[in-house]
C-alpha cells in the first residue's frame, strides 16, 4: 500500500490577534516556504516521529503532545482501523512555539496524510473541524484562525466562527518575520487577555474593539496598496496588544529595532508573550536595513516574504 502524504505551512497573523478571540475579525497569511510533510506508512511496531521533537509509540506520547495523540487515534476509529499498525513521521522547517502555527499547521498535515491514506475526499470545512479537535486540546479555546490559516493557501479575513474570506495581497511591500528565541505560549497568552477583561473590563474591551477597527481599516489599506497606512496600522495595532499585557521586552527590541531601522511597521504576531514579530518594508534597501538591524539587536532566526501588485 502506498503511503499517505499530508502537507501544510506556516502562518502569520497580520493583524487581530487574541482580539479575534472576542469576534473581531483578524487578517492572517500563508508562509508557503516554511513548510511540513506528514508521511503514514503501514509498518509493524510502528512509531510516530515528529521531526526532532518526539520519537515512539502513540502511547507514550508525553503530555505535550495530547492533542496530536487525540487526533490520530479519532482518525483510526473514524477510518475503522483503531489498531493500525503505522508510521507516522513529519518533516517540518516550521519553528514551534513562535506563533507561526506549528501545532495547526501539524493538525492540518496529520489529517491530509490519513484522508490521503485511505484514499478519502477532504472538504476544506471538514479539514478544519478535524484540525480543531488538536488545537482545542492544545490551546484551550481557540478563535479557530490558525487552522483556517493554515488550511487555506491564501490570505484570509477571519471572524470567529465564520467561513474565512480570501483576500488579495496585491501589494508591493516585505513582510520580515522576526523570532525572539522566546517560548511564546499562546495558551497562556489568550489566558492573559482574558484575565485582563476580568479584573478591568472596560479598558480591556476598549483595546479588543481598537484591535477589531484597526483591522477592517488595514483590510481597506491592502485592497489601496497602501503600505504606508498599513504600517500605521500595525504600530498602532501593537500599541493595543501591549496594553493588554502580551507584549514582551525582546518583543519590544526587536519592534523598536525595525522602527528605528526604517520599517514602515512593526509588531507582534500571534499569541505574544515572546514569539515573533512582523515589521512592514517597501523596498529592497530598507528590507537589508531591518533585516541588519533585527540581527543585531538579537533576532534568532528571520524570514521573509514579499507581496507584488502584479500578483
Ligand atoms: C494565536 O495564533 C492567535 C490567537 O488570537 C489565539 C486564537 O486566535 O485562538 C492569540
Sequence with gaps: KKPGIGESHAKVILLGEHAVVYGQPAIALPLPDLAMTVKIEPREAGQIILAQAYRGPLEAM???YEGIRQLIIR????FDEPNMPFTMSITSNIPQERGMGSSAATAIAIVRGFFDYFNKKLSKQALQRWASIEESITHGSPSGLDTATVANDQAIWFIKGKQPEKINMSLDATLIIADTGIQGQTGLAVSVVRE??????????HHIDKIGEIAKHTRTAISENNVLKLGQFM???????????ISHPKLDELISAAREAGALGAKLTGGGVGGTMIALTQNAEQTTHVLTALEAAGAQEVWTQTYSHNN
Excluded at 75 to 78: A, N
Excluded at 235 to 245: I, P, T, W
Aim: charged letters at 15%; proline letters at 4%.
Design 62 to 64: 508525553a503530555e505535550v
Design 75 to 78: 482518525l483510526l476509529q473514524y
Design 196 to 205: 485582563h477583561l476580568l479584573n478591568e473590563p472596560q479598558s480591556a474591551q
Design 235 to 245: 504600530n498602532k495595532a501593537q500599541k493595543h496588544l501591549s496594553a493588554l499585557g
